[in-house]
């Protein structure tokens, strides 16, 4: 039987990813584990512990609105003070390799554009030109091998326009669907954020250098940092 989405005690982590294949490792992992009745469609979350911190594991779909509006309920609802985006990621920068973890110091949205209007580029409308994650969450992770801005939009990063996002954002380490769109929510909400992702593939391989595992064993390797920086905080 699903709890309903108030719940006494300390306020939970929240760990949101966008599929199921992303969720299965904390979903695995959690104690006394218990699904919560969840006002969207498509949405699943379970509470629980992860290592006797209370958490809530959120499968919010895939996309920047799924993203955002699942990540609003888990810190109007739930009570959430952090919220973690974990999952699989697409490596953006040429040192990106298969199989790192990229840790988001700060979010954009990579296909944003209203320079015209004088905004930077990535930068939506009276919005920050990035959204900066926590910088203790963000040092908490043990030993990320890549740090720097994540870039987030509707479409995908492939060797068509890679170029050009490297250019546009040159310190940009990975590219998702969703993290920007939490890193939104948590600034309009007064939260933590940060997004420890597992890169999946790579935006534009470099010759010779493999450029894709599966997502479960990317999302493992998040599950693990994820665990790691929940142990240091």
């Given at each position: 039987?699903?709890?309903?989405?108030?719940?006494?005690?300390?306020?939970?982590?929240?760990?949101?990813?966008?599929?199921?294949?992303?969720?299965?490792?904390?979903?695995?992992?959690?104690?006394?584990?218990?699904?919560?009745?969840?006002?969207?469609?498509?949405?699943?979350?379970?509470?629980?512990?992860?290592?006797?911190?209370?958490?809530?594991?959120?499968?919010?779909?895939?996309?920047?609105?799924?993203?955002a509006a699942?990540?609003?309920?888990?810190?109007?609802?739930?009570?959430?003070?952090?919220?973690?985006?974990?999952?699989?990621?697409?490596?953006?920068?040429?040192?990106?390799?298969?199989?790192?973890?990229?840790?988001?110091?700060?979010?954009?949205?990579?296909?944003?554009?209203?320079?015209?209007?004088?905004?930077?580029?990535?930068?939506?409308?009276?919005?920050?030109?990035?959204?900066?994650?926590?910088?203790?969450?963000?040092?908490?992770?043990?030993?990320?091998?890549?740090?720097?801005?994540?870039?987030?939009?509707?479409?995908?990063?492939?060797?068509?326009?890679?170029?050009?996002?490297?250019?546009?954002?040159?310190?940009?380490?990975?590219?998702?669907?969703?993290?920007?769109?939490?890193?939104?929510?948590a600034h309009?909400?007064?939260?933590?954020?940060?997004?420890?992702?597992?890169?999946?593939?790579?935006?534009g391989p470099?010759?010779?250098?493999?450029?894709?595992?599966?997502?479960?064993?990317?999302?493992?390797?998040?599950?693990?940092?994820?665990?790691?920086?929940?142990?240091?905080?």
């Open positions: 039987m699903a709890s309903s989405p108030a719940a006494s005690g300390p306020a939970p982590v929240a760990i949101l990813c966008a599929m199921a294949e992303e969720a299965a490792p904390f979903v695995a992992a959690l104690e006394g584990a218990e699904p919560v009745d969840a006002p969207l469609a498509g949405v699943e979350a379970r509470r629980g512990a992860l290592d006797d911190r209370p958490v809530v594991i959120v499968t919010t779909g895939i996309g920047l609105v799924a993203a699942a990540a609003t309920w888990a810190a109007t609802a739930l009570g959430a003070r952090i919220l973690v985006s974990a999952g699989s990621a697409g490596g953006l920068s040429r040192e990106s390799r298969v199989g790192d973890v990229a840790v988001a110091e700060s979010c954009t949205y990579g296909t944003a554009d209203a320079t015209e209007f004088g905004y930077e580029r990535g930068q939506v409308p009276r919005q920050p030109v990035r959204f900066a994650a926590s910088a203790r969450l963000v040092d908490a992770v043990p030993a990320p091998e890549l740090r720097g801005r994540i870039l987030s939009g509707d479409t995908f990063v492939t060797a068509r326009n890679v170029a050009d996002m490297r250019e546009a954002f040159s310190d940009a380490v990975a590219t998702d669907m969703e993290s920007t769109a939490i890193a939104q929510v309009a909400v007064g939260a933590e954020f940060v997004s420890v992702r597992g890169v999946s593939d790579l935006c470099e010759a010779g250098v493999d450029f894709h595992i599966g997502v479960d064993e990317a999302a493992a390797r998040s599950f693990a940092a994820v665990r790691g920086m929940l142990a240091a905080i």
